[in-house]
């Protein structure tokens, strides 16, 4: 096989780069704007009925919390409180169940930082795992081949190909 | 009946420990050479029997069961508390996995069901199927053992029998959910069967990969079960439980989705093996794997470990789970150990940029997705450990964490095909893809013309148009490169066999069912993919309507035509009668409704939908304002849903035709009819 060149290896550096980039923007991006606030909140927040639910998303008819909840929230927002003092003041009022996910805080933050971290060394792994497969293979005398085996060799993968 | 059925269930349990003691001792006995005073090929055909035996008892217990519903047997508690006089047949018949105990029935019905058929099948390969059968009839001990001892079906009530039940839980009242349940079930039961093979092919030290080929077809129909069994879920979730979405990210609903990836990580890098004779151990480990969390999504279910909407009832059981999944990984652990010799791999990755690298981080991508669920699942268990605090993990979790995996996920979909096997040259990777990135550009840019603002997520805490704006360039990416691949593919038969591009596909995709099914799979996933973007753009209205009052949302106007109330023997029913219009136009009439059931004494929300390609008017009636009397409607408008179950049929149709032999093998398995003369001369040369 004939590998890339400079140039291509550094479009692939770029590349993946680029997605690393992308996944660390999707993953940590994100400050309050008033227009959505209610909305964000309320997904980030449980209805405290005990349905198991999202606050936004309690279908229980004429839930009591839920009316409560909004109000309070409401309430907040208009008090020009900033969104994470309204989700210190639920927590504080309701106990940490409140919240939809866990806060950065202290032992919290093993449960963001576990999932991807895992994928990052997993992948990690299998990139040095394959590296090594390959100098393994590259330490070995090559296979002297002729036309025919490699005609052959050809046609048995063109014929397993999924 | 209900003797019937406690008696049924003995023998069952019965017929399945012999199945399991007998077909163990007589594989022993052809193992080690020894013999007993009944050859052990008899005695493991007497196991064989036994578990046929199994299926029957099991299903008359079954049978027992849906007749003391259809009956009104309300001596038997589990029916009194599942079901009711007034409550429709086809209600009656889902009772019996409405609850625990019928459930737990319906379990072992099913796996005694896939072990019949795996068992008159036993020609196949009748050692391997013997170390299969055997190895069911240990799952198959375990469930009767629950159903006899500690989760009884046919539990009679103490004192006078009351004259009606307490009727079935109103969330079940829909039709999808006669479907739902066991369709899932089939899912998780299935898993036995690939697990059974691949444990009984490691103690036997099956030579070759056949195993793989024997199970193929089982597990693929298993996952197709599991994947209908899932977006029948998320169909009844939106249908009926009127929050506006499908998905809450419930632990019930990840334990579902965590063998489900486990599953389709097995699909695709099986195919490693079949081919390459790689990733042995680690295919092993996926599919035990695969078994162990379907069963741990029971635990999960049944033993109140988590909180959950739709778990069942905290219960004793779930100590017996436990136990159950102990001894299920020390036996794989204990198998692996002993014969993992067996388990070398005959090649290994030559290259980062190769199919077999794609096959490999793909199944690393759905691993991690799989212990993000689990982990988030149960996060609330070890912060409470740890630290003291009960803490909730739901959507905005999954939302952050998973989803970007997803995305990776698709990502490697796109690039997977476009790979060759072995090594890729830099020059083939450039010409593959070309189109596909340039598709994705065009994408979007066209999206972003469209009004979605991917940069969204550095001046909001919105992340919904980040996502749905590179899912769409991805979709665009997968789309080409599956297309390009049937292009290639069907451009050299049209030039060799002179037919229409159609027609070649057509052929091309008969040649190799497998492949272009699973590449319709792909494509039927981005559809999906593209539903679930639309809930990056919902939006909802609650409003109090009187009458020929109107909510405005979206193009449409909701117009409130009049409000009453009806009643019927099993429930009452209040409702409001609702005009849309769209630029002024009536497009529909719709009547969403709250029920409240006698039986149970539950209130149920009835949502009504009206549903086209771009978007979701979704309704309910949230309640009655008890001043005016006025009823309270909440909208929702929620874009691309439609799209949902159109993929989910894609990947049903991909999967189905992925079953289908290939057109050759079809062509050597059929029958050629041979001419009367040939067959005389035949005849005449034979003597």
Redesign the interface.
């Known amino acids: 096989?004939?590998?890339?060149?400079p140039t291509?290896r550094a479009i692939a550096k770029v590349t993946l780069i680029a997605?690393a980039l992308?996944?660390i923007?999707?993953?940590s991006?994100?400050?309050?704007?008033s227009?959505?606030r209610f909305n964000?909140l309320g997904?980030?927040l449980?209805c405290t009925c005990g349905?198991?639910?999202?606050l936004?998303?309690?279908?229980h008819?004429?839930c009591p919390a839920l009316a409560r909840e909004t109000a309070e929230l409401h309430a907040d927002i208009a008090a020009g409180m900033s969104?994470n003092a309204i989700l210190i003041a639920f927590q504080n009022e309701y106990?940490?169940?409140?919240?939809?996910?866990?806060m950065l805080t202290?032992?919290?933050m093993i449960?963001?930082i576990?999932?991807?971290l895992?994928?990052g060394l997993?992948?990690l792994g299998?990139?040095l795992l394959?590296?090594r497969?390959?100098q393994?293979?590259a330490a070995m005398p090559p296979v002297q081949q002729s036309a025919e085996i490699r005609a052959l060799r050809d046609q048995v993968?063109r014929e397993?190909?999924? | 009946m209900p003797t019937f059925g406690s008696f049924a269930l003995l023998l069952a349990l019965a017929l399945s420990a012999y199945t399991l003691l007998a077909g163990g001792v007589a594989l022993r006995q052809i193992a080690t050479g020894g013999r007993g005073r009944v050859a052990p090929e008899r005695l493991a055909e007497t196991a064989r029997r036994a578990g046929i035996g199994t299926f029957i008892a099991t299903s008359a217990a079954a049978f027992a069961l849906v007749w003391c519903a259809f009956t009104n047997d309300f001596s038997v508690a589990y029916i009194l508390h599942h079901s009711n006089r007034a409550l429709p047949g086809p209600y009656k018949f889902a009772a019996l996995w409405s609850g625990q105990e019928g459930s737990l029935l319906l379990w072992a019905w099913l796996l005694a069901a896939y072990g019949f058929v795996l068992r008159v099948r036993h020609k196949v390969d009748v050692k391997l199927t013997a170390y299969a059968s055997t190895i069911l009839g240990g799952i198959q001990v375990f469930f009767l053992l629950l159903l006899n001892f500690a989760a009884m079906p046919f539990s009679l009530v103490r004192g006078a029998v009351p004259a009606d039940g307490f009727g079935l839980n109103p969330l079940l009242q829909y039709p999808e959910m006669v479907i739902h349940p066991p369709m899932l079930y089939l899912g998780y039961v299935g898993f036995a069967v690939p697990f059974a093979f691949a444990l009984g092919a490691l103690m036997m030290r099956y030579p070759g990969e056949k195993w793989i080929h024997i199970t193929r077809r089982w597990t693929m129909v298993t996952w197709l079960f599991l994947t209908c069994g899932i977006f029948l879920g998320m169909h009844w979730a939106y249908s009926v439980l009127g929050w506006g979405g499908y998905w809450g990210w419930d632990p019930v609903e990840n334990a579902s989705l965590m063998p489900w990836l486990t599953g389709t990580a097995f699909l695709h890098s099986v195919m490693m093996q079949e081919k390459r004779g790689m990733m042995k151990s680690w295919n092993v480990w996926l599919i035990f794997s695969t078994f162990m969390l379907a069963i741990f999504g029971t635990l999960l279910t049944r033993s109140g470990l988590v909180s959950s909407v739709h778990a069942f009832a905290q219960s004793p059981i779930g100590n017996w789970f436990w136990v159950f999944l102990v001894i299920v990984f020390a036996v794989c652990l204990f198998t692996y150990i002993l014969q993992r010799d067996h388990l070398k791999a005959e090649n290994k990755i030559e290259s980062l940029v190769s199919r077999e690298s794609s096959f490999l981080f793909n199944n690393l991508v759905l691993l991690a997705a799989c212990f993000t669920v689990l982990w988030g699942t149960l996060f609330p268990i070890l912060s409470e450990y740890v630290v003291g605090n009960k803490v909730t993990v739901s959507a905005p979790f999954y939302n952050r964490v998973a989803v970007p995996i997803g995305l990776f996920l698709l990502f490697l979909t796109a690039i997977g095909p476009l790979l060759a096997w072995r090594s890729s040259s830099f020059r083939s990777i450039r010409k593959n893809f070309v189109v596909p990135l340039i598709a994705a550009a065009v994408t979007g840019v066209v999206v972003i013309a469209c009004g979605v603002h991917p940069w969204d997520i550095f001046t909001t805490t919105h992340q919904g148009s980040f996502y749905a704006f590179v899912a769409y360039c991805l979709g665009a990416l997968v789309v080409t490169a599956v297309g390009s691949e049937f292009l290639r593919g069907a451009k050299v038969i049209s030039r060799n066999t002179g037919k229409n591009l159609l027609a070649s596909v057509v052929q091309l995709t008969r040649r190799n069912t497998r492949r272009y099914g699973g590449y319709i799979v792909h494509f039927g996933v981005v559809v999906i993919i593209i539903g679930f973007s639309g809930q990056a753009f919902n939006q909802t209205q609650e409003q109090e309507l009187a009458l020929h009052q109107s909510i405005h949302i979206g193009p449409y106007k909701v117009e409130c035509e009049g409000y009453s109330q009806d009643t019927n023997p099993n429930y009452d029913t209040e409702y409001a009668l609702l005009n849309v219009y769209k630029d002024g136009q009536l497009v529909t009439k719709m009547a969403p409704e709250r029920r409240f059931y006698n039986a149970s004494q539950q209130p149920l929300t009835v949502v009504s939908n009206h549903s086209t390609p771009a978007w979701d008017l979704y309704v309910i009636y949230a309640g009655k304002n008890p001043d005016t009397g006025q009823p309270i409607v909440r909208v929702f408008l929620n874009p691309l849903v439609m799209w949902i179950w159109i993929g989910v049929a894609i990947v049903v149709f991909g999967t189905g035709l992925a079953l289908v032999p290939n057109l050759s093998a079809a062509l050597a398995a059929s029958r050629v009819r041979v001419p009367a003369q040939a067959v005389a001369l035949t005849a005449q040369g034979d003597d």
């Open positions: 096989m004939r590998g890339p060149g291509g997605l992308g996944m923007a999707a993953l991006m994100g400050v309050s704007d227009g959505t964000d997904n980030k449980m349905c198991g639910q999202v936004l998303q309690c279908n008819l004429g969104n106990g940490p169940t409140v919240l939809a996910a866990p202290k032992f919290n449960a963001w576990v999932p991807p895992l994928l997993g992948i299998t990139v394959v590296r497969w390959r393994r293979a993968r397993t190909e999924l």
